[in-house]
């Protein structure tokens, strides 16, 4: 037998839905199929719930846009108008309940944890009973009869012990399509409904398939597999055809999405593959996660990349730590007792302080219990107050070939310095299947692009350009690059993306609705002056990867600019001969500045339109 587990997407609408039948009705064995809420309701159950708690009545259009959401999506899916009546009833009684608790929280302004697990279940109830009515002989299941929980630092802990038993027991004998509701749970001790976090549904699936011995649970969602990073913020990441578990887990942990982190653990322990497929291109092969170490000629050796961009660093440190026994157990201890979750660690052997990350809301709680527990090392000055330093990311890079390969971290790290973005803490475990660092949270999508742009071969390398001065030289320029771009990517594996223009009077940027046209003609019309001291914040703002700055203009309060660029680690590329072609020493300056940050001063100046001066010079 098989488990499928469909995200919200999935099921989010008519169209996914009837493939979600087409997928299911053409496996020939027993399957188990675990559903998410509608794409987005689980989102929308909060926000309304935490509405009608604050007195809003505008909870009510909230909660009527949710009931036809649902109808609607019923009245697509079910052809046959005698069981789309009846599913429909079904459907709105459920919606009846939910309405009363909306109305409930209103009434009495008060929406505690009880009643929000309660109003959160209902996405999962309903999309369950719908779909349930659209795959052929499918038979529902209530998972909150179960999957049970026990309560643990204010977390509901999977009681596996009876979640185990109380499974084998609901699927013996085993249907040929059973449609379980995932994500939710209720509780060992009182029977209350709860649930297993958001993304939870993936986790519910992995359940099902330990307890009953899937050949593979297969968890289909909206893209063509795990990637080499979140194709939302890299779009030239590609999908990995193969990770092991342990590669799966770290990338899980940092962050991918795409599975819900203790999903991995149960299907591990009893080695049951995992499979990644997407809903709307089931043809792909998708990605495998197995116990198996492939090792794959010509590929990358990093997997991937992911990262948690809320980050706090808290440091105890003191003088009163070197060669004392027992700190470290006295900090973790303190933290485990408030339920504080800690995912990356930082010492340094000089032993005087020890750094580690945990969520931005976790920081106060650890500070206040950590001062605590150090009370009365701080006051006889051989320990520091604690120190949390919040707006952080944390960031990943994963893959089981990393193990004795020299000069990984190397080129990690010298891709960051070239980027100009420094590296606050960082962590590797000797197993050396990760290296974890921390930086600032605003140079996290900077930072993803240029290592997923340094460690993979993607199809194409993208180089994100400002060009300054957009008349003759400018001008000609762009209309290149227009003309050439489709055969630079295809030939040279090259995107040249303008990011932004400038002329003497103003600096665009392509963002906010601006194209590359209108941003033209919106340079003509007279606007506000620019000066080049604002042109160059606006472009050191734009921190971005791989940066160039092309200077087609003639005007000396641009080329007086390169310096700091390039000391800002961006490229540049001038046709202004100002700079460059006056000073020779000054042109070996500012080669020498873009050597010592590892990026480009590029600039070539000619004879009567002819011969090229600087290279026949340097050759
Ligand atoms: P579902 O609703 O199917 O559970 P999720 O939204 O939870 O889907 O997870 C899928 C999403 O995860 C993708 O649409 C993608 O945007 C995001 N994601 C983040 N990191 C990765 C990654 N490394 N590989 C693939 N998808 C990723
Ligand atoms: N519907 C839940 C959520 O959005 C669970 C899931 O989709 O896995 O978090
Ligand atoms: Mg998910």
């Given at each position: ?7 919200g ?15 299911v009705e ?17 989102d ?27 109808l ?30 909306f ?7 008060d ?13 999962e109830r ?10 052929e ?21 999977v ?24 994500f ?12 297993l ?5 993936d ?22 597999g ?5 194709p939302?913020?890299?779009?030239s ?12 887990m770290?990338?899980?942990n940092?962050?991918a ?14 080695n049951?593959?995992i ?6 291109n089931?043809?792909a ?7 198996e170490?492939?090792?794959?000629e ?19 440190q ?93 080129k ?26 921390v ?31 957009v ?65 160059k ?24 600019l ?22 020779y ?35």
């Amino acid at each position: 037998m098989k488990v499928l587990k469909f995200g919200g997407t999935s099921v989010g609408s008519v169209n996914s839905i009837l493939s979600v039948k087409k997928i299911v009705e053409a496996i020939e064995e027993p399957v188990i199929v675990v559903v998410s809420a509608l794409g987005g309701i689980t989102d929308k159950l909060l926000a309304t719930s935490v509405m009608a708690s604050k007195g809003d009545v505008g909870y009510e259009r909230e909660f009527s846009e949710i009931i036809t959401r649902h109808l609607d999506v019923i009245e697509g899916v079910i052809p046959d108008k005698m069981q789309r009546i009846e599913v429909q009833k079904r459907v709105m009684s459920l919606l009846d309940e939910l309405g009363n608790i909306f109305k409930g929280v209103y009434l009495i302004n008060d929406l505690s944890a009880k009643t929000s697990d309660t109003i959160v279940s209902y996405g999962e109830r309903i999309s369950s009973l719908i779909v349930s009515n659209v795959i052929e002989d499918a038979r529902l299941f209530d998972s909150r009869k179960f999957i049970k929980t026990i309560k643990q630092f204010n977390k509901h802990i999977v009681d596996f012990e009876q979640t185990n038993q109380l499974i084998k027991e609901t699927f013996n004998p085993l249907p040929k399509v059973s449609l379980v509701p995932g994500f939710i749970s209720s509780s060992t001790e009182n029977g209350e409904v709860t649930n297993l976090g958001r993304g939870g549904s993936d986790y519910t699936a992995s359940i099902l398939a330990t307890a009953l011995d899937a050949n593979v649970l297969e968890i289909w969602t909206d893209v063509d597999g795990f990637m080499t990073a979140d194709p939302r913020v890299i779009s030239s990441a590609y999908v990995i055809d193969r990770l092991t578990f342990t590669e799966a887990m770290e990338l899980c942990n940092f962050g991918a999405k795409v599975i819900y982190p203790p999903t991995i653990y149960p299907v591990y322990h009893k080695n049951i593959p995992i499979r990644i497929l997407n809903t709307f291109n089931p043809e792909a092969p998708g990605t495998y996660i197995s116990k198996e170490k492939v090792k794959e000629e010509g590929k990358a050796i990093i997997k991937g990349i992911s990262s948690i961009n809320d980050t706090c660093l808290i440091t105890v440190q003191g003088l009163g730590m070197v060669g004392v026994i027992g700190v470290n157990y006295r900090i973790f201890k303190t933290l485990a007792k408030s339920g504080i979750s800690v995912f990356m660690v930082s010492q340094a052997s000089s032993e005087n302080n020890t750094t580690f990350a945990v969520r931005n809301a976790d920081a106060d709680l650890a500070v206040q219990v950590l001062d605590e527990e150090f009370a009365l090392e701080r006051a006889q000055g051989d320990m520091n107050d604690t120190v949390a330093e919040k707006d952080l990311a944390t960031v990943a890079i994963v893959g089981e070939n990393m193990k004795r390969t020299p000069g990984i971290a190397g080129k990690l790290f010298g891709t960051l310095g070239s980027a100009g973005i420094s590296v606050i803490a960082c962590a590797q475990g000797a197993s050396e299947t990760n290296i974890s660092f921390v930086i600032k949270f605003k140079y996290l999508r900077k930072a993803l692009n240029s290592i997923h742009d340094s460690f993979f071969l993607s199809q194409y390398k993208v180089l994100n350009l400002f060009i300054a001065g957009v008349g003759t030289v400018g001008g000609n320029l762009l209309e290149q690059i227009r003309i050439q771009q489709p055969k630079l990517m295809q030939q040279n594996g090259l995107k040249l993306n303008v990011v932004g223009v400038s002329n003497s009077k103003r600096a665009l940027f392509l963002r906010e609705g601006l194209n590359l046209e209108n941003c033209i003609d919106e340079l003509k019309k007279n606007g506000e002056e620019s000066s080049p001291e604002h042109l160059k914040e606006e472009i050191l703002k734009m921190n971005i990867f791989n940066s160039v700055f092309v200077d087609c203009t003639a005007n000396s309060a641009v080329s007086d600019l390169y310096e700091t660029l390039l000391n800002n680690n961006v490229s540049v590329v001038a046709a202004n001969k100002v700079a460059a072609s006056s000073s020779y020493s000054n042109y070996i300056k500012l080669k020498e500045t873009a050597r010592h940050r590892g990026v480009k001063f590029l600039f070539e100046t000619n004879v009567g339109a002819g011969l090229p001066i600087i290279n026949t010079m340097n050759d």
